[in-house]
């Protein structure tokens, strides 16, 4: 499943048998990441996709402008609501 997954571009495997991606780079992150001894994830990649990108644009606009921290905030809290529901 894990090949059939990174052949489409976009995603990694630490399964170091998998080794058909699509491009050099992807290749050469998947082998820097089959091989690290320490690696972490963050609270987004749990994340629904729309969620995630949600946070993401939240990040930026709270970089672009701190001040607007409490609407970023109750937007952030909308798409939570829509992505997982009440």
């Known amino acids: ?7 489409t571009g ?3 495997s630490v399964n170091s048998k998998v080794q058909q991606y699509p491009t ?4 050469r992150a998947a082998a820097l990441l089959a091989g690290a001894d320490h690696f972490r994830f ?3 990649d749990q994340m629904p996709p ?3 990108a949600a946070f ?3 990040v930026l606009d709270f970089a672009e402008n701190p001040r607007r921290l409490p ?3 109750a937007d952030l809290e909308a798409a939570r609501v829509v992505a997982y529901g009440g």
Do not use: F, P, Y
């Open 50 to 52: 729309t969620l995630s």
């Open 71 to 73: 609407q970023i905030l």
């Open 24 to 27: 050099k780079v992807s290749a």
């Open 56 to 58: 993401n644009h939240a």
């Open 42 to 44: 963050d609270a987004s």
């Open 1 to 7: 499943g894990q090949r059939a997954w990174v052949e």
């Open 10 to 12: 976009g995603a990694l």
